[in-house]
């Protein structure tokens, strides 16, 4: 059984940061690649960033350049700091991951709950 949780979400002022946490927990062998997706109000869910368990990352052209995703390998945790953020930013922020798990050799995917994300203009 394997449980991903997201924290840190909330309201902020337009031009402000947020720093999510998403962290795994259960019967892993393996966490391979991570990322942060979101889904805005009458939007389909779209890839925020991603990391690799190497730290290779990927951003989605509206966040270059104002959000950072890192991992830490040994707390099965990744992180999302957020800068200067916008209204458009506003969306529910999904944790995916890629996960073996304990007797198993296949990934799956996981997704976890949800933190809303709440940027005033």
């Known amino acids: 059984q394997v449980q991903l949780v997201e924290s840190g979400g909330g309201l902020v002022q337009a031009g402000g940061s947020l720093r999510l946490s998403c962290a795994a927990s259960?019967?892993?062998?393996?966490?391979?690649?991570m990322g942060w997706y979101r889904q805005a109000p009458g939007k389909q869910r779209e890839l925020v960033a991603t990391?690799?368990?190497?730290?290779?990352?990927n951003y989605a052209d509206s966040v270059k350049g104002r959000f950072t995703i890192s991992r830490d390998n040994a707390k099965n945790t990744m992180y999302l700091q957020m800068n200067s953020l916008k209204p458009e930013d506003t969306a529910v922020y999904f944790c995916?991951?890629?996960?073996?798990?304990?007797?198993?050799?296949?990934?799956?995917?996981?997704w976890g709950q949800g933190t809303q994300v709440t940027v005033s203009s």
């Open positions: 990391i690799t368990s190497g730290g290779n990352t």
């Open positions: 259960g019967s892993i062998f393996r966490i391979n690649a």
């Open positions: 995916n991951a890629q996960i073996i798990e304990l007797g198993y050799s296949v990934l799956r995917a996981y």
